[in-house]
């Protein structure tokens, strides 16, 4: 039973550009989250999102950050214009359909903006 | 405002010492505790977890102890191993599914 992918594991972008992170959840779950990890700080909250909906939107910048997760194939961070301030670890996790409340995270996409 | 407080932000135990790691929440909403264990370079990895009508749960070495009036919980690693050695975060969930982090404690234990 394979666990919460993303890719790619490692993004490095220059400033202006725009970064597509992707996570694809464990099999049998349809929420996913996306956090963000900034050096020496825990994770924060950005998006909570299930099959074509987002439910809560609440940590994500209001520019630049758009989430999405279509019916089919893997839920997409999507940052445009990167700045330095972005360079930062982005984990996804996923919940199972009945919306328990264990979260299992992925490895993470580690963003470096130069 | 930091919704969940963690300590000691890093902590040094021997080998077969008992690990103890602290937080602390404002919202009494939250209704599910999960600790997370996180290697260098990897995703953090739910390790054990509470719901606030339980005082104490315990997996092999690692108990979490739940104090709902004081809105305090925390983490007791038993017999510490060198390979215990990584960061832990506390967390607690909002009735919407968000998850709220501590900052981390970054244990260490010598063999």
């Known amino acids: 039973n394979a666990g919460v992918m993303q890719n790619p594991r490692h993004l490095v972008r220059r400033r202006g550009q725009e970064a597509r992170l992707r996570c694809s959840p464990m099999k049998g779950h349809s929420h996913v989250y996306w956090y963000r990890q900034l050096p020496e700080e825990g994770l924060k909250f950005m998006v909570y999102?299930?099959?074509?909906?987002?439910?809560?939107e609440s940590g994500m910048p209001k520019e630049r950050f758009s989430a999405e997760f279509p019916k089919e194939g893997p839920s997409i961070l999507r940052i445009q214009q990167v700045v330095r301030g972005d360079s930062a670890a982005y984990f996804c996790?996923?919940?199972?359909?009945?919306?328990?409340?264990?979260?299992?995270f992925g490895p993470g996409t580690r963003l470096t903006v130069t | 405002q930091q919704q969940v407080k963690q300590s000691p932000q890093s902590l040094i135990v021997q080998k077969g010492g008992i690990s103890i790691i602290n937080c602390a929440y404002e919202?009494?909403?939250?209704?599910?505790f999960p600790w997370y264990q996180q290697f260098p370079g990897k995703g953090p990895a739910l390790l054990i977890a509470i719901r606030p009508d339980v005082s104490e749960k315990k997996e092999g070495r690692f108990t979490i102890s739940f104090n709902k009036s004081a809105k305090q919980f925390s983490l007791h690693i038993m017999d510490s191993q060198p390979g215990d050695s990584a960061t832990y975060f506390c967390?607690?969930?909002?009735?919407?599914?968000?998850?709220?982090f501590g900052r981390g404690t970054q244990l260490t234990v010598w063999p």
């Open positions: 919202n009494t909403a939250f209704d599910y």
């Open positions: 996790a996923s919940s199972p359909v009945t919306g328990e409340s264990e979260q299992y």
């Open positions: 999102l299930q099959k074509e909906n987002i439910i809560d």
């Open positions: 967390a607690a969930k909002s009735a919407l599914g968000r998850l709220y």
